[in-house]
Antibody
Framework: EVQLVESGGGLVQPGRSLRLSCAAS????????MHWVRQAPGKGLEWVSA????????SYADSVKGRFTISRDNAKNSLYLQMNSLRAEDTALYYC??????????????WGQGTLVTVSS | EIVLTQSPGTLSLSPGERATLSCRAS??????LAWYQQKPGQPPRLLIY???NRATGIPARFSGSGSGTDFTLTISTLEPEDFAVYYC?????????FGPGTKVDIK
């Protein structure tokens, strides 16, 4: 059974940093691209970032480019999102999502339960 | 930049009825469109990809159709567990975005 478990969310002040983690199990982690997708409270879905199976291809939404960094450790079956210079508008539930493909088709076939990030003073 | 418009915003139906949800793109996305279902307090679930391919484990009552700019998600006979929000998503033109969603609620 595929499982994705996010952690690292919390309350943080504007301008500060936070690192999210996603622990994956139930599939061959290094065969697939991975993503972060977020959802602001009561709002729709927004794709944040993607990383290919070997970290050779990385992409970001314009809204986070230059502030967020995605990475993965295939030996630990883990995905990460380093979030710097956080803003109030980054407040959201952050989901880790598995891609159907190794390089990133942006088809999200499994999702974690999410970790909540609240940016507020 | 592509804009996805989903209609209606809310669809009020009874169990057993047929649901027809629309997703319209401002320019062609060929067939690179997916549908996701999200229930309250749960993550999204992939239903349909490449416009008409059902994802693993998705019941046959869910079907997708369309190409270019007009797409439809059909739920042939609504079950109680189908009342949720449905999002379309395109992956043809950057940025790859989700639509605003259609809420299917109980009439």
């Amino acid at each position: 059974e595929v499982q994705l478990v996010e952690s690292g969310g919390g309350l943080v002040q504007p301008g500060r940093s936070l690192r999210l983690s996603c622990a994956a199990s139930g599939f061959t982690f290094d065969d697939y691209a991975m993503h972060w997708v977020r959802q602001a409270p009561g709002k729709g879905l927004e794709w944040v970032s993607a990383i290919s199976w070997n970290s050779g291809s990385i992409s970001y939404a314009d809204s986070v480019k230059g502030r967020f960094t995605i990475s993965r450790d295939n030996a630990k079956n883990s995905l990460y999102l380093q979030m710097n210079s956080l803003r109030a508008e980054d407040t959201a539930l952050y989901y880790c999502a598995k891609d159907m493909d190794s390089n990133g088709w942006h088809i999200f076939d499994y999702w974690g339960q999410g970790t909540l990030v609240t940016v507020s003073s | 930049e592509i804009v996805l418009t989903q209609s209606p915003g809310t669809l009020s139906l009874s169990p057993g009825e047929r649901a027809t949800l629309s997703c319209r793109a401002s320019q062609s996305v060929t067939r690179y469109l997916a549908w996701y279902q999200q229930k309250p307090g749960q993550p999204p679930r992939l239903l349909i990809y490449e416009a008409s391919n059902r994802a693993t484990g998705i019941p046959a009552r869910f079907s997708g159709s369309g190409s270019g700019t007009d797409f439809t998600l059909t739920i042939s006979t609504l079950e109680p567990e189908d009342f949720a929000v449905y999002y379309c998503h395109q992956r043809t033109n950057w940025p790859f975005i989700f639509g605003p969603g259609t809420k299917v609620d109980i009439k």
